[in-house]
Structures are given as C-alpha cells and as structure tokens.
C-alpha cells in the first residue's frame, strides 16, 4: 500500500477496509450519514423539517438572536452612560474603597436601588470585591427576612 501514496499520505485501516482509498487518489474522510429527528411534539413520529418541528408543528417564527445579546433585567433598567458614570465615581474615590480603604474596583450603590435607592452620584461609591460581596450578602439577608 505504501507504493501508492507520498510519504506522510498512508490511508488509515478504516478507509482501506471501507474500499475509500483508489490508487493514486488522496484519502478521503468517511463520514457516516446524520440520523434524522422527530419533531419534538410529544406523540408525533414525522420528521423534524425545522427547528425541531414538522411540517404541522414547525414554529412559524424562529428568532434567531443569540441569547446572550439580549439584556438581561437588570441591565435594562441601568442607562446606558454607566460604564461613563462607574469610572467617574472611581476617580472621584481615587479607587479607593469606602468601607475598608482597600483598592477599588467596583462601584456600589449605598442604598440599594431595591430598598429605594437612585442610579445618583451621590448614592454611588467605589468599593472592593470583598466588601460589595458582603454587603451585598447582607442586604440580601435583610431583604430576604426582613430585619
């Protein structure tokens, strides 16, 4: 078999045993065939045609965003400057966190937008990872449980 091929081209033992290699001709990749699916209806045996249905159960708009490019809730309600706004609070804070003086990174809204607070300036401040995580832990508790 060697004879047939350039160095580095010897087919492999399936393509010789599937009869995929000629003489003189470069392998090729043996691909199996896709199964077909059913349509996703619970009880109907017809062939999936398109996005999991068949003819009759086929959605008749398919929305093909990725997830992942829609908004989520909470991203919604934040306008749209606050990348812009966040930096500011920073180096108004001189990346300085508020509770412990650790170097900041995050910006925190001192009275939760959930217990009434505003996206204001004034109700910002930069803060450390480890704060906001537990002051954030905090006022879920309280929230939570109501204390």
Request: aromatic share 6%; hydrophobic share 30%.
């Amino acid at each position: 078999m060697r004879g047939f091929f350039s160095p580095g081209e010897i087919p492999t033992r399936r393509q010789r045993l599937c009869g995929l290699v000629s003489p003189g001709a470069e392998p090729r990749e043996f691909q199996l065939p896709r199964a077909r699916q059913i349509c996703f209806r619970s009880g109907c045996p017809q062939v999936a045609i398109k996005a999991g249905g068949c003819a009759e159960h086929a959605p008749k708009y398919v929305d093909h965003r990725k997830p992942w490019a829609n908004k989520s809730k909470r991203n919604q309600s934040r306008s749209t400057g606050w990348n812009r706004i966040r930096l500011a609070i920073l180096r108004r804070d001189s990346h300085r966190c508020y509770l412990c003086g650790a170097k900041a990174n995050e910006v925190d809204h001192i009275v939760p937008v959930a217990f009434g607070g505003t996206e204001s300036p004034l109700n910002l401040a930069a803060c450390c990872r480890t704060c906001h995580q537990d002051k954030t832990r905090r006022e879920a508790r309280q929230g939570r449980y109501g204390h």
